[in-house]
């Protein structure tokens, strides 16, 4: 059974601060890894995707590595902003088109 | 171009009561998901929809059941509802020809609240 975890589960940072999130899965047979960033009481906003024949891929201030043999997967946002504070979400896409998610890690940047 | 809109927004039903949601995926997406997210856990995929039929089910039980209109568009069933089935119900849309290669698209969701 595939599961999806998230370290840290919370993180305050100061603002200008270079941060990593980290995300494991323990069953490699994945189709690929997606981040997502959720604002309170929001659906999920798409900010990665990595597919499984990928080992990253960048955008903007974001970029997201992928390791299938050791199941991790990093974000890591470089110069972090107020405006970066949400909910980061990592999951994983299953042979069967299923998606599993991890509990996400929660993100406080001070100004 | 419209994203993936979600309705209502908000519900409050008591136990025992039944509930449908509704979900319009994005324009040119043909595949519809349903997930269930708990105050502070993520998503719990619930089941996918392609071609007006499930594909795929997560470990939710028969009270669950879904459907998909020839238009794409989706809606969510939950029978004698429960305490426990009080969270935010997201739908996410994708094409299912590019699923593996691009992401899926989620509405805002509705909160349902049992009393």
């Known amino acids: 059974k595939q599961e999806v975890t998230q370290i840290p589960a919370a993180l305050s940072v100061p603002e200008g601060e270079n941060l990593v999130l980290n995300c494991s899965f323990t069953?490699?047979?994945?189709?690929?890894l997606q981040w997502f960033r959720q604002d309170p009481g929001k659906g999920l906003t798409s900010l990665l995707l990595?597919?499984?024949?990928?080992r990253e891929q960048t955008s903007g201030r974001l970029n997201a590595s992928l390791d299938k043999s050791s199941g991790r997967s990093t974000l890591y946002i470089a110069a972090s902003q107020p405006g970066d504070s949400a909910t980061y979400l990592c999951a994983v896409l299953l042979g069967g088109f299923k998606t599993i998610f991890g509990a996400g890690t929660r993100l406080f940047v001070k100004a | 171009d419209a994203g993936v809109t979600q309705s209502p927004t908000h519900l409050i039903k008591t136990r025992g009561q039944q509930v449908t949601l509704r979900c319009s995926p994005k324009?040119?997406?043909?595949?519809v998901s349903w997930y269930q997210q708990a105050l502070g856990q993520g998503p719990q995929f619930i089941f996918q929809?392609?071609?007006?039929?499930?594909?795929q089910r997560g470990n939710f039980p028969d009270r669950f059941s879904g459907h998909q209109f020839p238009n794409y568009s989706s809606e969510l069933n939950v029978n004698a509802l429960l305490l426990g089935d009080s969270a935010l119900y997201l739908c996410?849309?994708?094409?299912?020809?590019?699923?593996?290669?691009?992401?899926?698209?989620f509405g805002d969701g509705t909160r349902l609240s049992i009393l």
């Open positions: 069953d490699s047979a994945i189709y690929n």
């Open positions: 990595i597919q499984s024949s990928q």
């Open positions: 996410a849309s994708s094409l299912w020809g590019a699923i593996s290669n691009q992401p899926q698209h």
């Open positions: 324009s040119g997406h043909d595949t």
């Open positions: 929809y392609y071609e007006e039929e499930e594909r």
